[in-house]
């Protein structure tokens, strides 16, 4: 938020939260909450990068990825 403070001529935040891949309480309260009214409050348009949650090419990555954490299956 402090940089938010230091933006000058700037109307509109455009955020994005790299901690997680799916909506998370977190997220959903500290962004689109605290943040969402400090922009407000300041005259700033809020924006949130949505984050990818259930989308299909995020779900064959995760598959993709645990499959490859998996010992071959016994015959």
Do not use: C, K, W
């Amino acid at each position: 938020m402090q940089r938010a403070r230091d933006i000058e001529g700037s109307r509109s935040q455009l955020i994005a939260s790299f901690g997680f891949v799916f909506d998370h309480l977190e997220v959903l309260y500290d962004l689109d909450v605290v943040v969402r009214e400090f922009a407000q409050s300041r005259g700033l348009d809020y924006h949130r990068v949505p984050m990818p949650n259930d989308h299909d090419r995020v779900v064959a990555a995760l598959a993709r990825t645990v499959g490859r954490g998996l010992p071959e299956p016994r015959t």
